[in-house]
Each structure stands twice: as structure tokens, then as C-alpha cells.
């Protein structure tokens, strides 16, 4: 879908990392952790700014319409 990729692509790096690793390779929470250099808890908060980080991106890109 073309706006996940304008959405994604207009997030800062570490949150498209953070989400890429998460949902498109299935990666867990400790993963992404490790991938960013943060403990569980950091990884799972920065993950869920980085879910609505992508919702207004993807709104605002068209999404759901």
C-alpha cells in the first residue's frame, strides 16, 4: 500500500526501524530492544510512540480513506 510506505518512510529512522523489525520481520520486543540497544521496557514505549507516530503519518498520507 502506497501510504504505509509514505507514512513509513517520513517517520524518524529509529521508529521505522523499531516498527519494520517488529512488523514486517516478526521480530519480538526483546529483538528490537537489542537492535536499538534498549532494554525491554524502552523498546516496548518507544514502540508504541512509534505506532502513533505512524498513524497520523499514515492518516496523513491517505490511509483509510
Do not use: F, I, K, N
Given at each position: 500500500d502506497?501510504?504505509?510506505?509514505v507514512?513509513?518512510?517520513?517517520?524518524p529512522p529509529h521508529y521505522e526501524r523499531a516498527l519494520r523489525a517488529k512488523y514486517?520481520?516478526?521480530?519480538t520486543v526483546a529483538e528490537v530492544g537489542k537492535e536499538?540497544?534498549?532494554g525491554v521496557s524502552a523498546a516496548e514505549s518507544l514502540l508504541a510512540r512509534a505506532r502513533q507516530a505512524f498513524k497520523a503519518?499514515?492518516?496523513?498520507?491517505g490511509g483509510d480513506r
Open positions: 502506497e501510504a504505509v510506505a507514512a513509513l518512510a517520513g517517520l514486517l520481520d516478526g521480530a536499538l540497544g534498549l503519518a499514515y492518516t496523513a498520507a
